[in-house]
């Protein structure tokens, strides 16, 4: 995992230069355990208006320095920021990454999220149709796909405004956050755990959220359900069919087979869903237990779309 070094970047950003400067430094195993940093989270802009990890060098087109200048007064010093330490143009490494960021999120010491068209001093307590229509009224933020790991796996989130004032932070304004992402309070205030979430509920947080690329609908999720697979960019939408078997192979949790439980599903051609946005309507607190299974099996669409082995495996004749 790279870091930035935010006095050398500081330094640098004010003309201090200095030969053996180095904004980006690598830490590995039991020295990144025991070093504390703050993490960004933003949305992406155009490709030329981010901070890449070739520029880092050449400190061009420097668009981190608030995220920077906020860490020091945090007392912290050392920031990831994903556009400019992930060398994107290794393979290997976009994927190592990919499936380690809701664990580098998770370990961060304070996570800044950037609402980057929020000008106000709070958080929005209602939608907004007219400026914000294209992402369902809230922030733009809050539609994004990869943000929703980076809500949930840091414990201490903090929200700024587009002049980079701080307006909520997510335990003090749980509720509010729980309006606009339907992610219970609980899970807010106190924590995300896998053991008391279904994989329903999880994949319901997630069914109005957009990618810029499709495959990253589901590699988006994979942290908040603890699995790993390799990135195949090109596989469309069978990226979310390879995340649901791999959930199915290591989480025993029904719930995953009730996606669109409220509609009828006849026009399925499959038993798994083929989007997230198929388990919208899965957020209730009756996807926090139960035999979900069982429940399926009274359906009669589920019924006729059952295959003869899943069909034995939960005991349907």
Known sequence: MRLINVKVFLDLDAGKNRPDAKPLVEFTGLELTNTAYAILSHCWGDPKDEVQYTEMDSLAKIDIRESCLQAFRDHLSWLWVDTCCIDKRSSAELSEAINSMYVWYANSDRCYALLHDVTTNTLPAERDSIDLNKFNGWPKWFSRGWTLQELIAPQDVHFFNRNWKCIASKRDSARALSVITRISVDVLEKGFSRSSTSVAQILSWAADRTTTREED??????GLFGVHMPMLYGEGKNAFLRLQLEVIRMVNDQSIFAWRWTTPIGSASGF???????????????????????WLLRKSDYKRLLSPTMAFLYGYP
């Open 272 to 294: 798994l869903a083929t989007d997230p946005s198929h388990f919208r309507d899965c957020s209730s607190d009756m996807f926090q237990g139960g035999d979900y299974a069982s």
């Open 217 to 222: 609908r589901a590699y988006s999720l994979l």
